[in-house]
């Protein structure tokens, strides 16, 4: 179904008209929100085109479920460093909804009677950490960033949508949100038809590891691996997940990676993945991660326990061998009880129950295969999805066992400023629903250059060598959409 300009522009003068009426009244800044269908056949062409000249977009998409959110521009958006991130992102939402005008053409159109994101979205993610310290590395990206976008273009399998975002202030003229919005409305019919053509292929080009001091070398991080086993066969705590980044550049120096052939690789190669990609300015956030922290929808809530993990095999049967592996290593189970049970008692208090199997499964991705134990709960009233991703995160897969000692010692001994890496990335609507991922398998792509991350979870059974290589089989999912598979480098590069 296409959609008619005159609809578009008949709605949304109306939409702004009440707008006014409220900024005039109650003196704030009020949110219209305006759904109509729309025909596109790649969300990805919207992303990566130049056509809107913005400094803010993101990307999500989930291939298995064929759900794919594009947003461009900022409406408005929070950011914000300190310990209470998660709450005030929380309060900011509720507020900003409270006198919203959302009016969305939808419902009775789609086809696939499945249930559709659309309405007005905050799209983010937050630090690792909840410090106030960062690097330059990731310099814009705050403890918390989230943005009601401009234009929103959700697709779920032949269906989609899209949503226009405004601000209407107390003090703006009506006429000039008007000339706005209704230029903005024009250039979104444009890139209905186009589809992503991915960029031509460089055989010439080369990556190159860049030695960086702000990351501790192979051997510098296998000794870490080693003087944790020791305090956790001590007693000093159970568990730590450790962390290890490399940096890598084009050459030449003139060439820059390319977005939009980033993420069509991801999305081709991992189909059990979560990909997103997000835009600070002229760098991304991106990755394929295969960890749903959790999602809600109508009060229900999902999420999974994930950890314990082994490479795929070559071939059919060495691939079973690894999972029978995976599935009767005492060190990986162990692992693997211990995030189940610390997920399970974060959720207790916030749910009406909590349920799941008491023996994981198998998830195989590209290159890595993971136990895997999904939970499912019902979220108790008043309760939000930011109140769970609160409760949740960091979960042992991605911090440690007790929680605040892994931490501590993650800050003191790692040598890595984890910024947004194995933290939580997704998005909210008007309605409770939402969905965050761990971000894990990511990269902070920055013109020629990019910064990979992979973790790996320390238990007292653990061996350092054998880590390390865990390490290189996860950088291996970034590292193929950049352009190059991990066995073309020399692993001491690693």
């Known amino acids: 179904m296409k959609v008619l300009p005159g609809l578009f522009q008949d709605t949304l003068l109306r939409l702004l008209q009440q707008a ?26 919207l992303f990566s085109s130049n056509r809107y000249q913005q400094d803010s977009q993101f990307f999500w998409e989930h291939p298995q479920t064929q759900r794919t959110l594009v947003g461009i521009g900022c409406a408005t958006r929070i950011q914000l460093d300190g310990g209470s991130r998660f709450q005030a992102v929380n309060a900011y939402w509720k507020e900003l909804l409270q006198h919203a005008v959302i009016q969305e053409e939808h419902t ?3 086809s696939s009677g499945q249930a559709h994101i659309s309405g007005p979205i905050l799209f983010g993610g937050f630090a690792f950490h909840e410090t106030e310290e960062k690097s330059a590395l990731w310099e814009g990206f705050p403890g918390a960033s989230f943005v009601v976008p ?23 003229a009506l006429y000039r949100d008007e000339d706005y919005c209704v230029t903005i409305f024009s250039q979104l019919l444009v890139l209905q038809e186009e589809t992503y053509t991915p960029g031509a292929s460089h055989p010439e080009r080369e990556l190159l590891i860049k030695r960086d001091k702000q990351f501790l070398t192979a051997d510098d991080w296998k000794q870490l691996v080693s003087q944790s086993v020791q305090s956790i066969r ?80 070559q071939t059919l049967a060495e691939d079973q061998n690894i999972a029978m592996h995976l599935l ?71 911090g440690g066992l007790p929680q605040k000692k892994a931490l501590e010692i993650i800050r003191q001994e790692e040598k890595l400023d984890r910024g947004w890496y194995a933290s939580p990335i997704g998005w909210l609507d008007a309605y409770g629903n939402g969905e965050f991922a761990v971000a894990l398998r990511s990269s902070l792509i920055d013109g020629q250059s990019a910064t990979l991350f992979a973790g790996c979870g320390i238990v007292a059974d653990s061996d350092p060598e054998e880590e390390y290589k865990e390490t290189c089989w996860k950088f291996q999912a970034m590292m193929n959409s950049l352009g190059v598979g991990i066995s073309t480098l020399p692993q001491q590069d690693l």
């Open 328 to 398: 009767q290593s005492k060190k990986l189970l162990e692992e693997h009880r211990f995030v189940v049970s610390a997920i399970y008692q974060a959720l207790q208090p916030l749910c009406a129950s909590v349920s799941y199997s008491e023996n994981p499964e198998i998830l195989r991705l590209e290159n890595v295969q993971h136990l895997i134990t999904p939970l499912a709960g019902k979220l108790l009233p008043m309760r939000t999805i930011l109140d769970l991703v609160e409760a949740l995160h960091p979960t042992p897969a991605v």
């Open 20 to 45: 006014h009426k409220r900024a005039e009244q109650h003196k704030k800044d009020i949110l219209i929100s305006l759904t109509v269908p729309i025909t596109v056949r790649d969300g990805l062409t």
């Open 234 to 313: 001590q007693g000093e705590y159970q568990k730590i997940v450790l962390a290890r980044g490399i940096k890598i550049e084009l050459q030449p120096a003139t060439e820059r990676f390319n977005i939009g052939d980033i993420v069509n690789h991801l999305r081709h190669h991992h189909s059990n993945a979560y990909i997103f990609a997000l835009q600070h300015e002229k760098r991304y956030f991106c990755g394929a991660t295969p960890e749903l922290l959790i999602n809600t929808h109508n009060g229900t809530i999902h999420t999974m326990a994930l950890a314990g993990s082994a490479p795929r095999g």
């Open 150 to 172: 401009l234009i929103l273009f959700s697709t779920h399998k032949e269906d989609t949508t899209v949503t226009f975002n405004y601000i209407v202030k107390p003090d703006t």
């Open 108 to 110: 009775l159109s789609l």
